[in-house]
């Protein structure tokens, strides 16, 4: 494939061949060329088209670093001592640019329980059988999974293991599980296997140390030598994983057997949901795994009136898909409508539902490869890549572009800057914009201030029943005091292998989230923005700094080039305050349970060291008593506050961020050129090949 070089040369990508007509290489061996990884090496997940387009992107990538390591390298040289801010500006960007990634990963979650087929089907996906352990009950409890794109290779499973310091704290609160307690709730026929959390810990020591280890002290344990034999790099903390928070695409798995009405699915669904509104998901789906499971005998009775009956198993299973299909889209998409803005895209998205199968995927016996549904889902990942592989390449060769452009502009005697700055008129037209953007963003995010109060009383009136459901169990108390213990130990935040995720304080906040959750999502929405949107007043603020620059342009009778050049680090700007925001959101979102959970906490403290006869009886009254006394000294107003001044906070960094950079980006751009009194060391080759790179990416997404 030939490709431009900045100078408008062409270059190939191989070496020119030096064979003869017979096609020998007439070197010797030693001093042959190696052989350049070939495109299908590197991309062997995408068509050649894809092939083609993605190698284009990397160099256009490559040769854009290149230039600004250059810039930055006659940066460094120059900025000795102390530096006026615009160099510092100009300097920082470039450093950003230097040592910007070429892709941050995306994040495809796996939600589902045990058995439900996470491994199977990431197996599949990966091409790769036996990749992940299949049907594990032990070792792989130890980890998490995750898929992201990448372009190394293929596709890429990730495994992050706990850190040593984390196994431990782990390893401890197994054991606290695990240790006996005597009260009335153990008597002579009651088994641990029954209580969910006592078997989870149970597992998880006995997996990594052996049989046996669910009876040995902590201390013991920590001697003892693990029977699983780690990779050298086991370390990687998963506290710095943001687990569900950081996918950008959330898969509920499912067998298909239980996901016609599994109670777990629905929670991983109002889960899933919840990241959408408060965390960067955009996407949701429903992912029914082993398809290929079907008694054709039995199907058959349940068809109904529908005649005549299927004479063979794969008819029957493509019948069922569809019928699942068709209820499960429509169940879903009545449960986003009632937490997510009408004309949100998930909501309208083609496909809420895949019926997939591993097995027949792997080993054809009933359903082609196609029929199976894994294509489907390599499709959908290969979109993503390509969709944000375009998207970071074109933004970053306009950063490198726009960067170069203001650099070119740029003068480092201060006083003649503020001077023409303040006589331009620009500096108050900032300040004054600046302000407007305040009272809009007090305005958008008082949107949130009467769903706020409407879901406090609703907390405090409702609270009193959540209370009492949690502490009474439909199916008696057998192995729920080591339930409860466990509840308390982990600060009200429970989560299960087997049986759903629990989390005390998130439950006594939902009042509050009923209330707030279709506001929130407004406010902090990206695509098709309302009044009550965040990034409507941002694109408002940057179309007016605009006009402004475009009048200037004008009066002064300025280059074109300068005036786009404001535009374009205003883009620049703009994208990294939406990234910064949506960081922030999920953090205000989860104000609300982590801040009952710190009222909370000296009393679940309380309730996990109580022993002896009737435990489980002190721990619940532990538990209600200091709840209502937390409610009525305002538990629920405070978590309201800590959300707010969250808010307020995120306000205060916006409009000071851009107080600052807009107008330094204006000071460097706007400056007429015999005011000039220092040049930037000669940088007119890297500004004309950023200039054909720039030109050369336009031509390439279009």
Known sequence: ????????????????????????????????????????????????????????YDDLETKTR???????GKFTALTQGTMPEGINYLKKRLDTLKEKTSLDSICIGFLGPTGAGKSSLINAILGKELFLPVSCSSTCTSCTVHVTRSTSDFYEAKVHLLS??????????????LSRIEDEDNDDNEVDTYDDSVQEASSTLCGIYGDGAEKKAYEDLLK?????????????????????????????ISDIERAQGEKVQGLLLDESIKACVGGKCTDIALVATKSDNLNLRAYNSTRGNREPPIQNKHDAILERN???????????????????????????KPNLVYTVSANEFCEPEHLNQE???????????????????????????????????????????????????????????VNSEVDTLMQNLERCFGE?????????????????????????????????????KAVCLKNGVYVSKTFARIDFNEDLATPIYDKISGHFGNVFRTKRPTRQSLWLHLQAFKNEVKKKIDEIGKRHKLPESKTDTCTREMEVMLTKLKKKILRRKKAIYDTLPLSIQNDLKPHYEVASNVRGARSCDQMKMILRENIEREVRNNMFEKAKLKMKS?????????????????????????????????????????????????????????
């Open 164 to 177: 040593d310091q984390e196994w431990k704290d782990e390893v401890k609160k197994c054991v606290a599980i």
């Open 371 to 429: 029929e199976t549904e894994i294509p489907k889902l390599r499709e959908y990942i290969r979109e993503i890549y390509l969709k944000e592989k375009k998207k970071v390449v074109s933004e970053y060769v306009a950063d490198a572009y726009g960067i170069h452009q203001l650099a070119e502009n740029f003068g480092s005697e201060e006083r003649l800057v503020e001077q023409h700055f303040q006589e331009s008129g620009v500096e108050a037209f």
């Open 646 to 702: 969250h808010l307020l906070k995120l306000k205060e960094e916006i409009v000071t961020t851009l107080k600052k950079e807009v107008s330094i980006v204006l000071k460097l751009a706007l400056l007429q050129q015999e005011q000039l009194a220092v040049m930037l060391p000669d940088i007119e080759k890297e500004c004309r090949g950023m200039k054909h790179l720039y030109d050369e990416t336009l031509r390439t997404t279009q």
């Open 224 to 252: 003892m030598k693990m029977k699983v034999t780690l990779p050298p790099r086991r370390i990687i903390k998963i506290k710095e994983k943001e687990s569900v928070a950081a996918c950008s695409v959330l898969w509920i």
């Open 448 to 484: 949130l201030e009467q769903p706020l109060c409407d879901g406090v009383e609703y907390a405090k009136r409702s609270c009193k029943s959540r209370v009492n459901k949690f502490l009474t169990k439909e199916n008696g108390y057998r192995g729920f005091h080591k339930t409860l």
């Open 1 to 56: 494939m030939a490709t431009s070089n900045p100078a408008g040369t062409e270059e190939m990508e191989v070496e020119q061949d030096p064979r003869g007509a017979e096609g020998e290489d007439p070197r010797p061996a030693c001093e042959r060329p190696r052989k350049r990884r070939r495109l299908d090496d590197k991309y062997k997940a995408f068509n050649e088209d894809e092939k083609v387009l993605l190698k284009k």
């Open 322 to 348: 569809e019928d699942l299909k068709a209820k499960k889209e429509k169940s879903i998409k009545e449960k986003l409508k009632r937490r997510l803005p009408p004309d949100s895209e998930i909501i309208n």
């Open 66 to 72: 290149k230039i600004i390591e250059a810039t930055y």
